[in-house]
């Protein structure tokens, strides 16, 4: 069985990342979805669109994904999944879902710790070599330049 994913973001970041996934993983297409939260709608119809999202997935199980814990997506999302077989993370980002979809035929309980390990582990400080920052002498006869 494969486990539904919906993103709930503020416009268009749900849509966007779906398209990121789907660049990666198209055969994923019907097991994804996204609802962009437009600004200034009322809660109510932000609740019945991500509704009509998850509906479209026609699964028994979903993992939603949200952007930012306590803004209006998370808010409906919690109202969305509340009483359902569903799991919501919020705080996503393209290293987790990448991961979730790779790994969406797991249980749910497995799927939302890939999620959260590959959220966590996708974050990384990226220090950059001083010879890429720095320009070539034009005598510099060296061929220190490369990385290790």
């Known amino acids: 069985m494969t486990i ?3 993103i709930i973001a503020h ?3 749900a849509s966007a990342l779906r398209q990121c996934v789907l660049h990666v993983f198209a055969d994923a297409e019907a ?3 996204a609802f962009d939260v437009q600004p200034n709608v009322p809660p109510e119809e932000t609740l019945a669109g991500a509704a009509q ?3 479209l997935l026609d699964s028994p199980q979903t993992l939603v994904l949200t952007d930012v814990f306590g803004a ?3 808010n409906a999302a919690q109202k969305l999944v509340d009483g359902l077989n569903s799991k919501l993370i919020a705080g996503v980002n393209l290293p987790m879902l990448l991961r979730t979809v790779t790994y969406r035929h797991e249980s749910l309980d497995s ?3 890939r999620a959260l390990a590959g959220g966590t582990q996708g974050v990384l400080s990226v220090a950059v070599t001083a010879p890429q920052n720095q320009v070539k002498k034009k005598n ?3 061929n220190d330049d490369h990385q290790q």
């Open 53 to 55: 999202a998850l509906a």
């Open 72 to 74: 209006t997506p998370c």
């Open 11 to 13: 416009a268009p970041l």
């Open 140 to 142: 510099d006869q060296s």
């Open 111 to 113: 799927l939302v710790a």
């Open 31 to 33: 097991g994804v979805a």
């Open 4 to 6: 539904g994913i919906l």
